[in-house]
């Protein structure tokens, strides 16, 4: 049965505070809900930006799970589905695991999804204080789309975007927290689009914004078309995900049908 769905993505910036973050998402929430909103989705770290000073283990241990409860209030509040990043207690004293929730209006948590690979790279060491998750990540019906998750340095890996699509995922979306600096906006947009059109399905990416972070939260259609570009500043950008489009996309362009699965390893 086709189903539409508006998906609301709330760039913004994230401070050290879980308590500071939630006021935050709580009048982005407010305003997404006020314009007919569905679903908001706000970026990975979101719980609290970590600094030298304060690490996410910190972070983690100090909030022992508010962050979490006011999200559910929220979303029982304002009548949305919620994603955010947030950090879970890890496997040692030193390091977290980097998490996506989904909380539905009636404030339970859906989904869960620890993020898989860790951004060991340009100059960056998730690894020292984080804990990579162990499972793949989920795909849950949310008002009739069946919705994947993925987390920011994810973009880079193909076979998760693949492993969400032959899941049925209609609308993958993508909490990150993706660094400014050389080619990193024209990685972030290509391969937001790149996993939109390889699966053909919606792909959407939640991006912080500040001094360290390149905004430009973005979203695709199957075919690769823009619906969303949010610039450099804190904004709220909305799109419709529409599962009719899907099916018309893959009716002209079967390419999931014609994986040749008897030659190359599926992925």
Not at 233 to 257: F, H, M, N, Y
């Amino acid at each position: 049965m086709p189903t539409r769905m508006t998906l609301a993505l709330a760039q913004a910036e994230a401070s050290p505070d879980p308590v500071q973050n939630l006021k935050k998402a709580s009048a982005l929430a407010g305003q997404a809900a006020a314009g007919g909103a569905d679903m908001i989705v706000f970026p990975e770290m979101f719980m609290g930006l970590p600094t030298p000073e304060r690490a996410p283990a910190a972070i983690a241990a100090e909030d022992d799970g508010a962050f979490v409860r006011g999200l559910s209030a929220l979303a029982a509040e304002t009548g949305l589905f919620i994603a955010a990043g947030c950090w879970d207690k890890g496997p040692d004293a030193r390091r977290v695991y980097n998490t996506a929730r989904v909380v539905s209006p009636a404030g339970d948590v859906v989904a869960v999804y620890r993020k898989l690979h860790l951004f060991d790279a340009l100059s960056v060491r998730e690894s020292d204080t984080m804990a990579p998750g162990d499972a793949p990540p989920p795909v849950v019906e949310l008002a009739g789309v069946r919705l994947g998750v993925a987390i920011c340095y994810d973009l880079r890996f193909p076979e998760l975007f693949r492993h969400l699509a032959d899941a049925g995922a209609q609308l993958i979306v993508v909490p990150s927290a993706w660094y400014a600096g050389p080619m990193k906006e024209s990685h972030w947009l290509t391969l937001l689009r790149a996993r939109a059109i390889e699966n053909t399905v919606y792909t959407a990416g939640c991006n912080l914004v500040g001094p360290s972070f390149c905004g430009r939260s973005a979203a695709f259609d199957p075919f690769g078309v823009v619906l969303a570009d949010a610039g450099e500043a804190e904004t709220l950008a909305t799109v419709v995900v529409d599962t009719r489009r899907i099916a018309a996309v893959r009716e002209k362009l079967p390419a999931l049908q014609h994986r040749r699965r008897d030659v190359l390893l599926p992925v």
